[in-house]
């Protein structure tokens, strides 16, 4: 039994007269049956090389990378990015305790520096207050003010559209077990 992935419906077919919009998606599309071609070249020059899961991580880090390209054309005109947006999405309320740079780097997979850039960005735009922990001056604390409230409301909707664009085309049972699986994915790669 191969380990191949299958490949997306209609990808070597060529672009439609539909526009730029078209053509592009098409052009990503072709991205990953050149990469599976070239996979399976790099297999054939080191033997046992695992050509099936190179294109799943690699296909996995496109999708991701598609993903904040289209956050970030949603969040620019509100003067946001994509990393900024998932900052004050885990943000708890100003007044409910907060949360540390730590925890936010954590929950958003982004480096603890990149963490510090975003919240000297979002804390001089309002969107989040950053104060010492009373309990341990050490601590810093963040929390979501009410302009951030407000941008965020702005945004979400624009969001879940992207997010569901993303999952379109599988249905709940689908989108339950991709979940299963990434999270099975994401704990062989905890660190011990």
Known sequence: MSDRVP??????????????RRAAASDRVGVLDRLERHL???ADLFPGFPSHLGLLVRIAAL??????????AVLKP???????????????????????????????GERPTNVTHLCDELVSNGWMTRRRDASDRRRVLLGL???????????QPQMW?????????LDAGERR???????REHANLEVD
């Open 161 to 169: 559209a992207t997010w569901h664009r993303r999952f379109a085309g």
């Open 145 to 155: 003010t009410a302009a951030g409230r407000r941008v965020l409301a702005e945004v």
């Open 40 to 42: 399976e070249t790099v």
């Open 7 to 20: 490949k997306h419906a209609g990808a070597s077919e060529p672009p439609t007269a539909g526009g730029e």
């Open 78 to 108: 509100h003067g946001l990015t994509y990393p900024m947006y998932q900052v004050l999405v885990v943000a708890p309320p100003t007044g409910s305790g907060g949360i540390t740079p730590g925890e936010i780097a954590t929950m958003t």
């Open 63 to 72: 999708v991701e990378r598609r993903m904040i390209e289209a956050g970030n």
């Open 177 to 183: 077990a991709l979940l299963a699986l990434l999270r």
